[in-house]
């Protein structure tokens, strides 16, 4: 695992060893690291992860995952933050359609295109950022958007080793939640879920993220 830990104000978490009993995957809806860290870095409501994944696999390492913070976000309360391991995964999050355009790739999944098919060209999250990765589209919207920026294969690899430490160090179960449903009763699963598990109004992780694949990772 390529780690490195890197200088993270202590007022941004709470310095507190907890007991830990699940791991929720996030991402930043940002296209790298530090902006996410930058922006932690400043609020005052402590919504820090222990990890970040860039897009190349390096995995950073904010604060020790035996600490805390408030990375579940509104309606969570302090027990439910205090006994998971947050982790995020830089990706951009839901794309906009603009226009098709030949020579793209991904317009359908997250693997290669032929550079014959027409693919469309996406900007993410406020609109006006051109998104130049590969993208996925559903065949129908869920929660409310079609397309989304897909997942890397250095993170599903840098993922998979860091829940399977995290697993292993805190007794964690590697049992995975691979619905896209949010349910009040996944505060109580002991495991790993996603974000959108937890709340309603979260698209991470997106449909774009390969349960399946990451699943075959951990074994």
């Given amino acids: ?35 996410s860290i930058a922006w932690w870095k400043q609020t005052p409501e402590r919504v820090a992860v222990a990890f ?24 969570s309360t302090s027990e439910q933050n205090r006994h998971t391991i947050g982790i995020e995964i830089v990706n951009e999050g ?54 989304f920026a897909c997942y890397s294969e250095e993170q599903y690899i840098a993922v998979a080793e860091l829940v399977k430490y995290l697993s292993q160090r805190f007794q964690i179960p590697l049992l995975v939640n691979d619905t896209f449903v949010y349910d009040p009763a996944n505060f109580a699963f002991q495991g790993i879920v996603s974000h959108h598990n937890l709340r309603s109004d979260k698209t991470d992780l ?10 075959e990772l951990l074994q």
Avoid at 57 to 71: C, D, R
Avoid at 113 to 130: M, N
């Fill in 94 to 147: 839901i794309l906009s359609r603009e226009r098709d355009f030949p020579d793209r790739i991904g317009a359908r999944g997250c693997t290669q295109q032929p550079k014959s098919t027409p693919q469309p060209i996406f900007k993410w999250c406020d609109g006006k950022a051109l998104f130049t990765g590969k993208a996925i589209t559903l065949p129908a919207p869920w929660r409310g958007s079609r397309y």
């Fill in 1 to 35: 695992m390529n780690l490195k830990k890197i200088s993270f104000p202590e007022n941004q978490y709470i310095k507190e060893a907890a007991e830990k009993r699940q791991i929720v995957l996030h991402h930043t809806v940002s296209s790298n690291a530090a902006s």
């Fill in 206 to 215: 997106s449909p774009a993220w390969d349960f399946k694949k990451f699943k």
């Fill in 52 to 75: 970040i994944i860039e897009k190349d696999g390096t995995t950073l390492q904010l604060y020790e995952p035996q600490y805390w913070a408030y990375h579940i976000g509104k309606g």
